[in-house]
């Protein structure tokens, strides 16, 4: 395979992405009485629940190479062209991944493809996008990201359903402010993490924007942390302990 985004930007991503407890029994209820899994976009095995046989695949080797002893077997492939059969698991998962997939429809109607089931699908919806502070008033170059289509309100939950049929239910997960998975906006009450280093390594958006522009958005927000600015603005969230950020689970019965 091809080098993946993830061999250059994942090397401590087991610090900084430790899977989140809450979000952990948010999917396994989702996942329901299932005794066979695949979980497509794998990474490090965040989220991979130890009661099921559960099967992994990821394309990034560094990604891989960070899979504890004892983790499930895992297959170098890509959502696109799963190597199973037809049906091959009761349930697919797919967890903060299909934004990276060359071909995100074909790998949704793969997810469907192999599972007999269920599939269960986390991630931000770009519809959202917007309302993160961070990119609302820091990093705006985030909204072009995502292509416009797909950050019009509806978009995204119309995708899952024309991939996985009317059998599709999508809830909202809050994100704790000590959420220990360190995704975009995961950091929403912790505003000081967006200047260090090694937590924008483990969150691709970083590694996918110009770099100029980042360097200014960290930059605004130091200035704006140190002199009080930050806080006087978004007052209100410190009074928060979880916030809607945008994360979906999508749960599709087939
Ligand atoms: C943000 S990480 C999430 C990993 C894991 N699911 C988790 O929750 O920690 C995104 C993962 O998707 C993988 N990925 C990127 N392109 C992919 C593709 N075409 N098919 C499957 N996985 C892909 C990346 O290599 C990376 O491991």
Known sequence: MSRALYDDLGRSYTTHRRPDPRIAARIRTALGDVRTVVNVGAGTGAYEPDDVELVAVEPSQTMIAQRPPGAAPVVRAGAEALPFADASFDAAMAIISDHHWADRAAGLR???????????????????????????????????LAPAARRIPGAWERELRDAFGDGLRVETIPIPHDCSDGFYPAYWRRPEAYLDPGVRNNISIFHLLDPQAVDRAVADLGRDLADGSWVARHADLLELDELDVGMRLAVATQ
Do not use: G, K, M, Q
């Not at 007999?116 to 909204?143: I, Q």
């Open 110 to 144: 793969e997810l469907r493809r192999v599972a007999r089931s269920r599939v269960v699908l986390v991630n931000a919806d770009p519809a959202t996008a917007a309302s993160f502070w961070f990119t609302a008033v820091y990093l705006p170059e985030f909204l072009d």
